[in-house]
């Protein structure tokens, strides 16, 4: 009934490639593609937050053509220093700075634009001030820790005319493209139920207590770290890694993997907001994600899917074992290879960022016939921004896109957070009849943070 496409037979059935990419915040999502570019032509790009994620960033922009010509880091000695250290010394021309704000101001017109790679509670701050300042922006994903965040950053980007790109790699790989393009075309039917797993949390999560106080490092400064979020005292349990556990700064699970993992079902059904989610979980305190939870999200019909239940699975969650077993397939096997599957009235699809792509029946492939490209093919994801910012087509998951998808992927925390089902209205940025959930979807800010 079923078999594991190889490369070859996926390119000769229906003209597309196995999707084996690497593990999502890593290098090797994005291809590594060295670009020149004439002097005047490569944009001058500020890099804020440069531990981890950051060099990532800051090395495959400037691969990719973009000068570099700022260093930002609220840590002038991070536990992680080598970041630091490398950054300095690959440019050596690049300033460096402690307060995005000072590097923003002094920079001044000749800068072009910044790439954010700080953690999730203050990527609007700075993408904001940015994109007010007319600086074309790269994010890394999620978005933005709220909801209102999120709206506000794609508002912004649209009234200032700037390029934005959020950085969940895998979006301007080709091989993610065109699944999204056979899905379009009826690859599987009309789709019906989704399920996506991780086994995020890889950090602490459930915490009831915040971390013993105590004395910062000499290199941090831990005020600018807390940005936007209140006052308290430092605590080793909250940086440098360890922020994606607290509601405060981070998002979670849900947060960090969904907007690797969703992105294909989100885009290639063009979902839109969900109108109601249900969550269940395990471990979870007033501020801290639980270490595992089941969340569920309602959409109605659309162009290529009926009522549709997209359901996230966490903690090393899987999809039911009795809808496995139906499918052929193993727990062990599913959690090895697969991180996505999509049921459909004609077949089923698994993915996985990896592995690949599997269809099942297999039949369905050849019998889906020719399926031209309807979605541009780009370099990579750092390449597409850098050439929007020269003046090119924008990037496809510009702020414009990934700011609903990101409102979409966090209402999943508001269920989380409520204990008891959501009904969203997307339009009013509201929960109904839930107010107390309204300091989770537009937080408030430290006095001198306001937005």
């Known amino acids: 009934m079923s078999a594991e496409l190889s490369r070859r037979e996926f390119l000769a059935g229906a003209g597309a490639a196995a999707l084996a990419l690497g593990l999502p915040g890593c290098a090797s999502l994005v291809p590594w593609i060295e670009r020149p570019l004439p002097a005047g032509e490569r944009p001058r790009v500020a890099c804020i937050g440069i531990g981890g994620q950051g060099w990532v960033d800051a090395m495959t922009l400037a691969a990719g ?28 021309q690049a300033r460096r700075y402690r307060d995005f704000r000072e590097l923003l101001a002094r920079e001044g017109p000749g800068l072009d634009g910044v790439a954010v790679s700080t953690p999730d509670h203050t990527h609007c701050h700075v993408a904001v001030t940015a994109m007010r300042q007319g600086k074309h ?66 950090w602490p999560q459930g915490m009831a207590a915040a971390p013993a106080p105590a004395p910062a490092p000499e290199s941090l400064d831990w005020d600018l770290w807390l940005g936007p979020a209140a006052e308290r005292p430092y605590g080793p349990g909250y940086c440098p890694f360890l922020w994606r556990g607290w509601w405060d700064f981070g998002t979670g699970a849900l947060g960090d993997m969904g907007p690797h993992i969703l992105d294909l079902p989100w885009w290639s059904l063009e979902l839109g907001a969900p109108t109601r989610i249900e969550a269940e979980s395990e471990g979870g305190t007033a501020g801290s994600p639980p270490r595992a939870s089941t969340v569920t999200f309602r959409f109605p019909a659309g162009r290529s899917s009926d009522a549709l239940a997209l359901v996230w ?91 609903p998808f990101t409102e979409a992927v966090l209402t999943g925390n508001l269920a989380l957070r409520l204990g008891r089902p959501v009904d969203w209205d997307a339009s009013a940025l509201r929960a109904r009849d839930a107010p107390e959930a309204d300091p989770w979807i537009q937080p408030r800010y430290r006095r001198g943070w306001e937005l």
Request: one cysteine or more; proline letters at 8%; hydrophobic letters at 40%.
């Open 313 to 403: 699975h966490d903690g090393g969650r899987l999809p039911p074992e009795p809808l496995l077993r139906e499918l052929g397939l193993t727990a062990r096997a599913v959690r090895r290879r697969y991180d996505l599957l999509m049921l459909g009235s004609d077949g089923a699809l698994l993915f996985h960022h990896r592995a690949g792509l599997r269809v099942l029946p297999e039949e369905r492939l050849a019998a889906l016939g020719p399926v031209p490209e309807s979605l541009p093919r780009v370099a990579n994801e750092a390449i597409e921004w850098i050439d929007a910012c020269r003046g090119g087509p924008a990037p496809l998951s510009e702020f414009a896109a990934s700011g």
């Open 137 to 202: 922006v790269y994010c890394q994903k999620p978005l933005a820790r709220s909801i209102a965040e999120a709206r506000l950053m794609a508002e912004t980007a649209r009234r200032h005319g700037v390029a934005t790109q959020m950085g969940n790699q895998a979006h301007a790989r080709s091989e993610l493209r065109r699944a999204v393009e056979l899905i379009r075309a009826g690859l599987i039917g009309r789709v019906r139920e989704v399920h996506a797993w991780t086994n995020r949390p890889i």
């Open 65 to 92: 053509g973009a000068e570099v010509v700022a260093l930002c880091d609220v840590d002038r000695d991070p536990p992680r220093g080598w970041f630091m250290r490398d950054l300095t010394r690959r440019f050596p």
